[in-house]
């Protein structure tokens, strides 16, 4: 945890320490719930698999088989459509299969490890753009 006041180049290293670049991905909303439960599968143990999500809410069962513990996915409001093919922005360690997100291989590529941007360059742009960061309200995640 970072206290609040000014942020530096070095704190956003911190924060994001592993030169991750930032891919972009075409993917139906089949395979999103996927990715979903594949990173609630370790609950309730804490684990790096763990998504980081905006702009999406879900329910979690704690208590279903892995793989169906993820329901009421709302993209933005909207329930997510399995049919439906949204973009995604995903690390590029993700996209290489790390923490076990194998499922990519599937999804169409839009913005590669080679296009995209570092995380930490992305950020430090949002920062100095924003003047203030809050909390994202935009997103929520509720375990059962």
Same mark, same amino acid.
């Given at each position: 945890? *970072?206290? $609040?006041?000014?942020?530096?180049?070095?704190?956003?290293?911190?924060?994001?320490? *592993?030169?991750?670049?930032?891919?972009?991905?075409?993917?139906?909303?089949?395979?999103?719930?996927?990715? =979903?439960?594949?990173?609630?599968?370790? =609950?309730?143990? %804490?684990?790096?698999?763990?998504?980081?999500?905006?702009?999406?809410?879900?329910?979690?069962?704690?208590?279903? %088989?892995?793989?169906?513990?993820?329901? /009421?996915?709302?993209?933005?409001? !909207?329930?997510? /459509?399995?049919? &439906?093919?949204?973009?995604? $922005? +995903?690390?590029?360690?993700?996209? &290489? $299969?790390? /923490?076990?997100?194998?499922? *990519?291989?599937? %999804?169409?590529?839009?913005?590669?490890?080679? $296009?995209?941007? =570092?995380?930490?360059? !992305?950020?430090?742009?949002?920062? !100095?753009? &924003?003047? +203030?960061?809050? %909390?994202?309200?935009?997103?929520?995640?509720?375990?059962?």
């Amino acid at each position: 945890m *970072f206290p $609040a006041g000014p942020l530096t180049r070095r704190t956003l290293i911190e924060i994001h320490p *592993f030169d991750n670049v930032i891919c972009k991905l075409a993917m139906t909303g089949r395979l999103v719930l996927d990715v =979903l439960n594949h990173g609630v599968d370790a =609950l309730p143990n %804490a684990g790096g698999q763990f998504p980081q999500v905006s702009g999406l809410t879900m329910v979690v069962d704690t208590q279903a %088989a892995e793989g169906h513990r993820v329901h /009421d996915v709302r993209v933005n409001g !909207a329930p997510l /459509d399995p049919n &439906k093919t949204y973009t995604v $922005a +995903i690390p590029d360690f993700l996209l &290489k $299969a790390g /923490d076990g997100y194998t499922m *990519f291989s599937g %999804a169409r590529v839009l913005v590669g490890p080679e $296009a995209g941007n =570092l995380i930490t360059t !992305a950020l430090e742009h949002y920062v !100095a753009d &924003k003047k +203030i960061v809050g %909390a994202d309200v935009d997103s929520r995640i509720t375990l059962r």
